[in-house]
């Protein structure tokens, strides 16, 4: 199999880019680092949760189009979708993109074209680029550059990579439109296209503005909550208005975008980034907030009835309905009660994970029976209909009564 398109990185936007790829008969070659993920893929199986995504694998693997590999294959499109996580303060580490780029470069041939779609820090792309021609400059100008976010939702990403528009901004004319004839092959929606520098703050802008709206949900709840009213009604009734469109507030914010994309402005433009740095503040605050109104429900009970409590910690994953529990502010919330633990029996749930390498999982069902005290902290669907006795205490961060 000679590949035209090699992706690096096959996670939750890797691996479902690539098998959209591949559904359209264009061989793919898929990289990642992880030798279990490779073979996982390989048997036409997918490693990750996410609707339809299964299929789409498994008819790509059988009909040739779709392999995976733990080492670059040369291909005349490279799409670079790894992890940007942070080093030091909230300091964007772009080092998963270098190591990409270093694997890629020896096999980088003239009119080929080189596509970053992983969430980066502003001049990314600019910089590859340079890195690029340092290490090849006989390709200097004969390559294609440039950079594509994802914008899509865990849950629906086949889907909304199909439908959604898209920002693509090469390092050069040439480059943008080169980017924007690869992805009209597969993509409906709109491309839009600038240069590779607004493309990199688009993401991040759009995210930053999501965590600044959940933010303001966020602490409607903390008000609402010392002035004894019930912020699940408010917000239905402000939204009345055919000009306010306010957010649900939940236990924080969470996922590799919108908990992570604000602080890759804020690292670089400090002083110009007043109110998304006071967004994830509030965001992270909210998290705090939810620990210790558990860890204050757990003395309340055990001055009421003179034991202590069972506590059910209800979901682990950063949203409703996945399996994704990267930057989940539930996840902390249970790391923080835990570490409060004074041999209370503690229920840790989250349906949509079989098992996982710290906490001990319990069936949902089970764990409201048994649970004195039940901390609702993600909406998974499964939540919804339980039928939970009145002389349980229930701690609803997420809005599953509303």
């Given at each position: 199999m000679t590949p035209k398109v090699t992706t690096v990185g096959l996670g939750y936007i890797g691996l479902p880019t690539s098998a959209l790829i591949a559904s359209n008969g264009v061989k793919v070659f898929g990289v990642d680092i992880n030798p279990e993920v490779v073979e996982?893929?390989?048997?036409?199986?997918?490693?990750?949760?996410?609707?339809?995504?299964?299929?789409?694998?498994?008819?790509?693997?059988?009909?040739?189009?779709?392999?995976?590999?733990?080492?670059?294959?040369?291909?005349?499109?490279?799409?670079?979708?790894?992890?940007?996580?942070?080093?030091?303060?909230?300091?964007?580490?772009?080092?998963?993109?270098?190591?990409?780029?270093?694997?890629?470069?020896?096999?980088?041939?003239?009119?080929?074209?080189?596509?970053?779609?992983?969430?980066?820090?502003?001049?990314?792309?600019?910089?590859?680029?340079?890195?690029?021609?340092?290490e090849r400059p006989e390709l200097e100008n004969k390559i294609h550059i440039a950079?594509?976010?994802?914008?899509?939702?865990?849950?629906?990403?086949?889907?909304?990579?199909?439908?959604?528009?898209?920002?693509?901004?090469?390092?050069?004319?040439?480059?943008?439109?080169?980017?924007?004839?690869f992805y009209k092959d597969f993509v409906k929606g709109e491309l839009h296209a600038t240069n590779a520098r607004t493309a990199e703050m688009c993401k991040l802008t759009e995210n930053s503005s999501?965590?600044?709206?959940i933010a303001f949900a966020n602490e409607l709840s903390l008000i609402c909550d010392k002035a004894g009213i019930n912020v699940w009604e408010l917000i239905d009734l402000a939204n009345k208005h055919p000009r306010v469109n306010i957010l649900q507030p939940g236990c924080g914010v969470g996922g590799h975008c919108i908990a992570v994309d604000p602080y890759f402005i804020t690292s670089e433009f400090p002083m110009e980034s007043q109110i998304i740095g006071k967004a994830r503040e509030i965001n992270n605050y909210k998290s705090f907030w939810c620990a210790e109104q558990v860890v204050k429900a757990k003395q309340e009970f055990e001055l009421k009835h003179h034991r202590k409590p069972s506590i059910a910690l209800m979901g682990l994953a950063f949203k409703p309905n996945i399996d994704d529990l990267r930057e989940s502010p539930a996840k902390y919330i249970v790391q923080r009660v835990l570490q409060n633990a004074q041999d209370e029996d503690y229920y840790i749930v989250e349906p949509n994970v079989e098992s996982h390498q710290v906490f001990k999982l319990t069936h949902y069902e089970e764990a409201t029976k048994k649970a004195d005290i039940i901390v609702f902290l993600v909406a998974h669907n499964e939540f919804k209909s339980l039928e939970i006795s009145d002389e349980k205490v229930v701690l609803d961060f997420c809005g599953i009564y509303t």
């Open positions: 996982t893929i390989n048997q036409g199986k997918i490693h990750i949760v996410e609707p339809d995504l299964g299929d789409a694998v498994a008819q790509a693997v059988e009909k040739g189009y779709l392999k995976a590999g733990t080492k670059i294959e040369a291909a005349s499109t490279y799409l670079v979708v790894v992890p940007t996580p942070f080093k030091g303060n909230h300091e964007p580490d772009i080092s998963y993109v270098e190591a990409a780029t270093k694997e890629i470069i020896p096999h980088l041939k003239e009119d080929d074209l080189y596509i970053i779609e992983s969430t980066s820090p502003v001049g990314t792309t600019e910089k590859m680029r340079d890195y690029i021609y340092t950079y594509c976010p994802e914008r899509v939702l865990p849950g629906n990403v086949m889907y909304e990579l199909v439908h959604n528009d898209r920002v693509i901004g090469g390092v050069d004319e040439a480059s943008t439109q080169k980017a924007i004839t999501r965590d600044v709206q």
